[in-house]
């Protein structure tokens, strides 16, 4: 006699999925939430958040000084010349600007040398500044960008000046503490969702775009940002460049985002085969019992 009541099969699809998952994970593992596997799991994602930020930072710092010490041995007598050179040229820069006065910034009554013939207010973002001295010559070296884009210029001026004090570009360095910033609030997200048993659904949506994130942002930085040759890579090393930090930091930024997104689908599947195995236990003994 057929019971068309009867339903075995989600113990059956359960049980089989649980066999899958058995050859990978201990038996003893259930990736459920318990009190205990969550501060254990916390204590995991905290870490493995702390590590996605240490490595690299840690390891570019190592390689950036071990190649700058080999590369003053050999060059320091170059170093020294150019540092001469540039304090002469400074001196001489700024050292008579006073003598100087009203020649190249100011004229009479203090009236600027250059003006903008556009006459360009803050609040006109679509507006492009041409600067004229008085006799109507265009100022050489002036931007050619909108005001809404000044805030994020930097001349050749001022890079070949970051060249020559080894430092890296504002806008990199704000990058990276931005993306770190946005790291620690998915942290914190993270342990709230952990500690207080939240449908991780949530969590695994931000983890996948964050990781999208990380990866297109290391094209990007592969993308003109790193170089390889030239002066600059030759004085500070492949890893004295900020965007090879950032290249390294989104690449465990994306091997930690797809790691926990992997983790909490297994865990919230395990959780809601469960309970459906219950479930349907019980209208099995149910069932029982009305027999």
């Excluded at 803050?122 to 010559?137: A, K, M, T």
């Excluded at 946005?182 to 048993?197: H, R, S, T």
Aim: proline share 3%; hydrophobic share 40%.
């Amino acid at each position: 006699m057929v019971e068309i009541f009867e339903n075995s099969s989600p113990v059956k699809r359960l049980s089989k999925f649980r066999g899958a998952v058995a050859k990978v994970i201990p038996e003893k593992i259930k990736l459920l939430h318990s009190r205990e596997e969550n501060v254990l799991l916390s204590i995991v994602w905290v870490v493995s958040g702390l590590l996605s930020v240490l490595i690299p930072l840690i390891y570019r710092t190592i390689h950036k000084n071990k190649y700058r010490a080999t590369y003053m041995t050999y060059y320091w007598e170059q170093e020294y010349e150019q540092y001469e050179e540039q304090r002469k040229e400074n001196y001489e820069k700024y050292g008579n600007q006073y003598s100087t006065y009203g020649e190249a910034y100011y004229a009479d009554y203090g009236e600027p040398e250059y003006q903008d013939v556009n006459n360009c207010k803050w609040w006109q973002l679509n507006c492009f500044s041409f600067f004229v001295n008085r006799e109507g010559e265009p100022m050489e070296g002036q931007e050619w960008a909108p005001t809404w884009y000044s805030g994020f210029i930097t001349t050749e001026e001022e890079r070949q000046e970051m060249q020559d004090n080894l430092e890296q570009p504002g806008s990199l360095m704000f990058v990276y503490i931005w993306q770190i910033l946005m790291f620690a609030a998915i942290g914190y997200y993270g342990l709230k969702v952990i500690n207080q048993n939240r449908n991780p659904t949530g969590l695994i949506i931000a983890l996948l775009v964050w990781s999208n994130y990380a990866f297109l942002s290391m094209w990007l930085m592969a993308d003109g940002s790193i170089v390889t040759d030239g002066q600059v890579v030759k004085r500070t090393g492949f890893y004295g460049q900020m965007s090879v930090l950032i290249f390294m930091s989104n690449f465990w930024y994306f091997i930690h985002g797809l790691g926990f997104v992997l983790f909490f689908w297994l865990r919230s599947k395990l959780a809601e085969d469960e309970e459906e195995e219950k479930e349907a236990k019980t209208i099995e003994d149910s069932y029982v019992t009305v027999e």
